[in-house]
């Protein structure tokens, strides 16, 4: 059944026009239910009105038999059979065409039923249409404003990481290195307690930490230090501390770093400077200051103590040195991990002894009570034995 659809080019679905199939007059399809039920309702109707009828008929043509019998009654049997049968065949026919009609109009109120479903069915899917792609365009609108917001946080987040680069930049690299000069400062102290271990003040001239290595209360030689804490190598840094180790007849110096000439890490030794990562520093300032006190001990000569501290700086600076000092950590972190589940052993004996403990008081303490009661002491005020 094709059904004509009729709107403006503003109207909404729900202003949308069907024609009726019975009446081809335009309705709603939110009437469309109502239309059905109307055209069911008038299909029982006629169908009950025609039942009706039919029975009035029947009744009616029962009443003329009757009559045409009593008229006939002095006529013959076979002509008497003859009029009921023909009434009785008109009857029927009637009654017939009159059921056609009724199963014609009940079919035709299923298929309006179907068509109607039908075209329900489609509007339904038409605004389930519309629903998503608004929803789809309110997601979209969504997601645009989120990634408009993130790229705005991001925005503010470049400009105060440009800002605080900008006032990194303009500090001083005396300022940015105190912070590492205190903690090698500190470590140096605390390595060697024996020794003197000087700071030098901002400002002035010289290497950041000065120390002097001591033997039986004498002076046996000096290390000098500097620390950089910089994002970028610079050679200077090596220029400037190997004027400071000449002018404090140092016999080392040390540079703390963690950036490297391209190329060179952990450690370097680079026009007569050391130049070693802070991890490292503890571990090689522990060498440099055993060869100092052998050089001072032997009262080897200028020449020997070059010999010497060219043999030591090749050795720092070799893979085996590397080697040697990564199997130092490693054996380091696992004892240090060891030490770590032993004290969790230790706490955990600790804790279940405890425990016992407790329970072991309070069975001593039952079983002093039971033997006080027994005696006679338990319960007693007074604290005497009974009699």
């Not at 609108?141 to 930049?169: D, I, N, P, Y």
């Not at 020794?195 to 033997?215: F, N, P």
């Not at 000092?325 to 240090?336: C, G, K, R, Y």
Request: charged share 35%; proline share 2%; glycine share 4%.
């Amino acid at each position: 059944m094709s059904v004509i659809k009729l709107s403006s080019s503003g109207a909404q679905p729900s202003d949308v026009l069907e024609r009726c199939p019975t009446c081809d007059q335009p309705i709603p399809h939110e009437t469309s239910p109502l239309v059905q039920r109307r055209i069911a309702e008038r299909a029982a109707q006629e169908k009950s009105a025609l039942r009706a009828e039919l029975e009035a008929e029947r009744r009616e043509t029962e009443a003329r038999l009757k009559s045409e019998i009593e008229a006939l009654k002095s006529g013959s049997t076979a002509a008497i059979e003859r009029a009921v049968a023909e009434a009785r065949a008109s009857a029927e026919r009637g009654l017939s065409a009159r059921l056609a009609e009724a199963e014609a109009a009940r079919d035709q109120a299923v298929k309006l039923k179907a068509e109607l479903e039908r075209q329900s069915q489609a509007v339904v899917e038409q605004r389930l249409a519309e629903e998503r792609e608004r929803l789809q365009r309110e997601m979209t609108a969504a997601v645009h404003a989120e990634q408009v917001k993130s790229f705005e946080e991001k925005q503010k987040l470049l400009a105060k990481t440009a800002e605080l680069q900008r006032q990194l930049e303009s500090k001083t690299a005396q300022e940015i290195g105190e912070p590492a000069e205190a903690d090698l400062y500190d470590l140096l102290k605390s390595a060697f307690p024996e020794d003197r271990i000087t700071r030098v003040e901002k400002g002035a001239a010289g290497a950041d930490v000065i120390h002097d290595v001591y033997l039986n209360g004498r002076m046996a030689g000096r290390i000098v230090y500097d620390s950089k804490n910089r994002s970028a190598w610079r050679s200077d840094y090596v220029v400037k501390l190997r004027a400071d180790q000449l002018e404090a007849k140092a016999d080392h110096a040390v540079l703390a770093s963690k950036v490297f000439p391209a190329g060179k890490r952990e450690v370097h030794l680079q026009d007569g400077v050391l130049i070693i990562a802070p991890g490292r520093v503890q571990a090689m300032a522990e060498l440099l200051r055993k060869q100092v006190i052998q050089m001072f001990t032997l009262k080897a000569s200028n020449e020997a103590r070059a010999q010497k501290t060219d043999a030591l700086y090749a050795f720092m600076i070799s893979e085996r040195c590397k080697q040697l000092l990564q199997q130092v950590d490693t054996q380091s972190d696992e004892l240090i991990d060891l030490d770590r589940k032993e004290e969790r052993a230790h706490q955990a004996t600790w804790k279940r002894r405890g425990e016992l403990l407790k329970v072991l008081q309070r069975a001593h303490g039952d079983l002093t009570f039971e033997i006080d009661r027994i005696i006679g002491v338990a319960g007693n005020r007074n604290g005497d034995a009974e009699d």
